[in-house]
């Protein structure tokens, strides 16, 4: 029974740590397509996913540096890969800079996806870490969490300390 017990304890670390690896890998893989926005404050990134995370490819994330402060990253949760052109540029504004169908506000520090089908997925827990509303109607479906309410919650209070990870999680009543 102890070795049963212990196997299965094995199977499960094991898996935990190629999770984790493959989420470092992720957040921190180099960009496939990387452009200055149009007013030179920040570096936009489409980051293709793979790994366990993406077994079977296809799916993307833009990730947003501010140049003033590369320690401020943005990350959009993930979209189908073909569906950002991001050959045509950005526009950016005073309060907005937008790729095709995403906009980020750089008051609110948010994202507005307006990507047709877009779809949400479970993987925008550990990839985003941005709040974002989703069909651009005003109406969010991932909100930020703080620290304190990280620690409570999903990973411990060990998970609040990982400054990489910034977890976001569904809001009631969303999709």
């Not at 569906?83 to 609110?108: C, I, Q």
Request: charged letters at 20%; proline letters at 6%.
């Amino acid at each position: 029974m102890k070795k049963a017990a212990l196997s299965a304890l094995f199977i499960v670390s094991l898996l935990a740590l190629a999770l984790g690896l493959s989420l470092n890998k992720t957040i921190n893989a180099p960009a496939s397509f990387s452009f200055v926005s149009p007013e030179g404050a920040y570096i936009i990134e489409s980051v293709t996913v793979t790994g366990l995370l993406n077994p079977f490819g296809g799916l993307s994330y833009l990730r947003i540096i501010d140049r003033q402060d590369p320690s401020k990253v943005f990350r959009t949760p993930l979209y189908a890969a073909g569906s950002l052109d991001l050959w045509r540029g950005a526009t950016e504004s005073s309060e907005y800079l937008s790729v095709m169908w995403v906009r980020f506000d750089k008051h609110e520090q948010r994202f507005t996806l307006g990507t047709p089908e877009w779809n949400s997925s479970w993987r925008n827990i550990f990839i985003s870490n941005t709040p974002y509303e989703a069909g651009g109607n005003g109406t969010p479906c991932m909100e930020r969490l703080s620290p304190e309410e990280r620690a409570l919650g999903f990973g411990g209070e060990w998970l609040s300390h990982l400054k990489a990870f910034t977890m976001v999680t569904p809001c009631s009543g969303s999709e």
